[in-house]
C-alpha cells in the first residue's frame, strides 16, 4: 500500500510539473525558425510592411551586421598584430590599420545598398535569419477588420507596441487600448498585459496557429482603478456607482499604495467543468493571493478545510465566446485557466462559469489582481501618463497649425506706407 501511494504521488507531481502538457513543437525551435505571425510566410509579412517600416528594418539590421563585422575584422587584426609586432609598436599599427578601413567600408555599403523594395526584402530576409535580436513582423487586426503590420522584436513591451500603433491608426490614445489575442479552436480570448513582452507571448503560438492578435478598446482592462469600489466593496449591497473621486482615491491608497497588494477578499457560487465532460458541478470558491481554493463536499469555509483549486503562477486567465453551447455550460459567462503553451483541447485547463456578467467580471478581474500585484497597477499609471503626455503633445501641435494659419507667407511683401510710391 505504501508503495502505490508513493506511485500516486510520483504521478501526481509530475502531471503538476510544466513539462506535463507540453507544446507542439519544441519552443526553441520554434523560436529560431519563425519569423512572422499571421501570415503564411515571411516574404508575404515583409511584403506587407509600409515602406518607411522596411527601411528601418533593414537599416537596423545593416548596422548591426556591419558593427558585428567590424568588431570582428578589428579583433582578428588586434590579435595578428598581438603576435606578429614588437610590444612598443602594436598601437601605433592597430591605428595605422584602422584609418583607411573607415571610407572604403563605407563606400562598399553605397555600392551594396538595396535600391528596390525588392531588394530590401530580399537582404532583410537574410539579414534577419543572422541577427542576435530575435524579431518578428506581426500582423495586427483592427475592429473594422483592416489590419497594421509591424515590426517588433523582444525587447519590446506591449506598452510600446500600443504606442506604435497609437501613431499608425492616430486614435484617441485611451488607457481602454490593448492588445487581444483570440484562439478559435478553444473559442477564447485574453488582453495582454502592458508590461509582457509580446514576442515572448507569440513565442507560444504553434507554428500554423490560428490565432489572431487584435488593437481593441477593452473598459475592463484597468476597471479595478478607475472603480475600485466595485472589487474592495462588493459585500456592501448598497449602490456602488455613486461614490465619489476621493472615496476611490482612498480605496487606491489604502490597497495598492502599502508595501504589500491586497487582493480582493472574493468568494461565491461557481460552476466547475468536469475533466473530459460537458457536466458542470457547483463549488464554492475563494480568492487568495497565491490561487483558488474550494470547499470540499463535507467541510467548512474555513481556511484549514480549502483545498487549492489551482496556482497562478503557471497560469493566464482567457475569457470565453459561447460555452453555452460549446460545452453546455450554465451561462455564457465563463473563464478558462490554463498554461500558455497549451493551444488545444487538454485535461489540464481549468474551465469555471459564473452566473451573470458582473460577477464574471469580479472573478477575471481579481485573479489579474492577484496574479501581477503591484505591478498591475504600475502599467496603469504610466498608461495615464502616457496619454495625458500624448494629449498635451497634440494640443500642442494643433495650436502651432493655427498659429502658423496666422503668420505671413515667407515671401509676403507688406504694403507700402500711405503717400509712398515704389520706384
Not at 210 to 229: A, C, G, H, L
Not at 330 to 349: A, R
Request: proline share 6%.
Amino acid at each position: 500500500m505504501f508503495s502505490q501511494l508513493l506511485g500516486d504521488m510520483d504521478h501526481l507531481s509530475q502531471s503538476l510539473s510544466p513539462a506535463a502538457d507540453p507544446p507542439e513543437a519544441d519552443p526553441a525551435l520554434h523560436r529560431e525558425s519563425t519569423f512572422s505571425i499571421g501570415f503564411t510566410d515571411l516574404n508575404e509579412s515583409l511584403n506587407e510592411l509600409e515602406d518607411h517600416d522596411l527601411d528601418a528594418l533593414v537599416a537596423d539590421l545593416g548596422s548591426k551586421s556591419t558593427t558585428q563585422d567590424l568588431t570582428t575584422h578589428q579583433q582578428n587584426s588586434s590579435l595578428t598584430d598581438d603576435q606578429s609586432a614588437p610590444p612598443a609598436m602594436t598601437q601605433r599599427s592597430e591605428a595605422a590599420a584602422a584609418l583607411p578601413q573607415t571610407p572604403n567600408t563605407a563606400g562598399v555599403q553605397q555600392r551594396s545598398e538595396p535600391q528596390t523594395k525588392a531588394d530590401k526584402i530580399k537582404m532583410a530576409l537574410e539579414k534577419l535569419k543572422e541577427a542576435k535580436v530575435r524579431k518578428l513582423i506581426v500582423k495586427v487586426m483592427m475592429s473594422d477588420g483592416s489590419s497594421k503590420t509591424l515590426m517588433v522584436d523582444e525587447r519590446q513591451t506591449v506598452r510600446e507596441v500600443l504606442d506604435k500603433l497609437f501613431e499608425k491608426t492616430h486614435c484617441d490614445c485611451n488607457i481602454d487600448w490593448s492588445l487581444c489575442e483570440t484562439n478559435p479552436e478553444l473559442q477564447i480570448e485574453r488582453g495582454f498585459e502592458d508590461h509582457e513582452s509580446l514576442v515572448e507571448l507569440l513565442s507560444a503560438w504553434t507554428r500554423h496557429s490560428e490565432n489572431k492578435i487584435y488593437f481593441v478598446s477593452r473598459p475592463q482592462k484597468y476597471v479595478m482603478f478607475t472603480d475600485p469600489q466595485i472589487f474592495y466593496m462588493w459585500k456592501k449591497k448598497t449602490d456602488l456607482t455613486g461614490i465619489n473621486e476621493h472615496a476611490k482615491q482612498l480605496l487606491l491608497k489604502e490597497h495598492f499604495g502599502g508595501s504589500t497588494l491586497i487582493v480582493p477578499d472574493l468568494e461565491g457560487m461557481l460552476y466547475l467543468k468536469e475533466d473530459g465532460k460537458k457536466v458542470w458541478k457547483s463549488r464554492y470558491f475563494v480568492l487568495r493571493a497565491s490561487g483558488i481554493y474550494y470547499v470540499p463536499k463535507g467541510k467548512t469555509k474555513s481556511s484549514s478545510d480549502l483545498a487549492c483549486f489551482i496556482r497562478f503562477d503557471k497560469v493566464n486567465i482567457y475569457t470565453t465566446n459561447n460555452y453555452k453551447q460549446k460545452y453546455r455550460a450554465p451561462t455564457n459567462f465563463c473563464f478558462m485557466l490554463k498554461h500558455p503553451c497549451i493551444q488545444k483541447e487538454s485535461h489540464y485547463i481549468k474551465f469555471l462559469c459564473c452566473d451573470d456578467e458582473h460577477t464574471l467580471s469580479l472573478w477575471v478581474n481579481s485573479i489579474r489582481i492577484a496574479k501581477y500585484g503591484t505591478g498591475l497597477y504600475k502599467n496603469y499609471q504610466a498608461a495615464v501618463k502616457r496619454v495625458s503626455t500624448l494629449q498635451t503633445l497634440q494640443s500642442a501641435a494643433h495650436k502651432g497649425v493655427e498659429d502658423y494659419s496666422h503668420e505671413p507667407p515667407p515671401d509676403f511683401i507688406p504694403p507700402p506706407p500711405p503717400g509712398h510710391t515704389h520706384i
